[in-house]
């Protein structure tokens, strides 16, 4: 058996032709096909904007900036997520505070409560992730939110194409609760760009302050402008319009563009998503069925058939005592599984920045030490499915639960 990672690009034909037909184009960078891209996207997650950027991490530090983040200010987060989304608050110069999770990874909401309840309207903004594909719990967050003024950027990275159903629905990064999202193209992700990512908002302020600031701050619009006409071309009296070649550039912005090349291959993979999205349900509910009662295997929502269909399992995560051996065993027989995440508040960054430690997320540490991301791909084929199932069976059959 070739080997398994726990997650894979999926390229097909059509990707190919569509980078092909970008490079063989005038536009390499900033042409037709991001407008194109980011309309696509905005419409499948069923957001107002989108602006497309140069990764996830750039969409997090740009809608910091464009919400308003200054220095000193704090923000909460999960520490079971990628550096990012803390990072981002610590380039705006802005404390990070970790809350919480629960069984499945998530911040708890009453635990954000009590940092707010801490620290107050210092607390500028909340950025939860959804977790493995999973949408936080944005509803309660949004209350305490509102409470106190803070915005909510959510971190949508592992769940494009993601809801909740029942009373409080929502689709993940639909602009309707977090005032904007994000998105990654990594290519472990559901879209793959190489690199890649986009913001997704409601709010047209947020939307315009997102596009100059990606590139440099700069405007074009000379709606805008704030310099006089004469000052553009001595030759021209304020009355008259700007020169063609004019722009302005209003504030420090950076150069987070996507290129078109990328953008053309995120357009052409957004055409399978839903189809991907369908089969990684498929490999959940495989999961489930044939890993449930399997050792001490603790499986994500194996008992809410409603939770399996609104995931986005970018990621599927048990929960084992025996993480590091069975991790060890999976390896030894070529399959790559993962760990997501070592908690980001005890990377030593973090540590030495905040002084944060062991215990301050105890059930996050806990999960940390239990879980692993199994094989999650929409290429997986059934053998490989049955090969890493009947591995995972194989470890528990020598590796009693006890021992
Ligand atoms: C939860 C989360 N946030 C942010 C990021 C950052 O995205 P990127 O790698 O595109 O910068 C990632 C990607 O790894 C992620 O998984």
Redesign the pocket.
């Given at each position: 058996m070739n080997p398994i990672p726990y997650g894979r690009q999926d390229i097909r034909p059509d990707d190919l032709q569509a980078v092909l037909a970008s490079l063989q184009s005038d536009y390499l960078t900033q042409g037709p096909k991001i407008a194109e891209f980011e309309t696509a996207f905005a419409q499948y997650i069923g957001a107002p904007y989108a602006v497309a950027v140069a990764?996830?991490?750039?969409a997090?530090h740009l809608s910091v900036l464009a919400l308003g983040l200054n220095p000193g200010d704090y923000v909460v987060t999960s520490p079971l997520?990628?550096a990012?989304?803390g990072n981002c608050a610590l380039y705006a110069g802005a404390h990070v505070l970790f809350a919480e999770t629960d069984a499945y990874g998530s911040i708890r909401p009453d635990a954000v409560q009590a940092l707010f309840d801490q620290y107050g309207s210092k607390i500028k903004g909340i950025i939860p992730?959804d977790f493995a594909g999973r949408p936080a719990d944005l509803p309660a967050l949004k209350k305490i939110a509102n409470a106190y003024g803070a915005w909510m950027l959510e971190?949508a990275?592992?769940a494009p194409g993601a809801q909740r159903s029942g009373d409080s629905k929502f689709r993940c990064g639909d602009g309707s609760l977090a005032d904007a999202a994000i998105f990654?193209?990594?290519p472990v992700k559901h879209i793959a760009c190489g690199?890649?990512?986009m913001i997704t908002t409601s709010n047209p302020e947020v939307h315009q302050r997102l596009l100059v600031l990606r590139t440099h701050g700069i405007t074009r619009d000379q709606h805008r402008f704030t310099n006089p006409a004469s000052l553009a071309d001595s030759s021209l009296s304020d009355s008259d319009p700007y020169p063609l070649w004019y722009m302005e550039m209003q504030e420090l912005g950076y150069n987070y563009r996507l290129t078109d090349m990328q953008a053309a291959l995120g357009l052409s993979q957004l055409n399978r998503a839903e189809e991907n999205l369908i089969r990684r349900k498929e490999i959940a509910r495989f999961y489930h069925a044939a890993l449930s009662g399997v050792g001490d295997l603790q499986l994500p929502h194996a008992d809410s058939p409603s939770e399996t269909e609104d995931h986005a399992w970018h990621l599927y995560v048990v929960r084992t005592q025996k993480r590091k051996a069975l991790y060890d065993y999976l390896r030894e027989h070529h399959i790559f599984a993962q760990v997501h995440y070592f908690p980001l508040h005890l990377m030593p960054h973090y540590r030495t920045s905040f002084g944060y430690g062991p215990g301050l997320c105890p059930q996050a540490e806990r999960f940390y030490s239990e879980c692993l991301s199994i094989p999650m791909y929409p290429s997986l084929s059934q053998e490989q499915l049955s090969y890493v199932v009947d591995a995972i069976r194989a470890f528990f059959d020598q590796t009693p639960t006890n021992s």
């Open positions: 990764n996830g991490t750039a997090l997520t990628f990012a989304s992730v971190d990275c592992h990654s193209f990594h690199e890649g990512g």
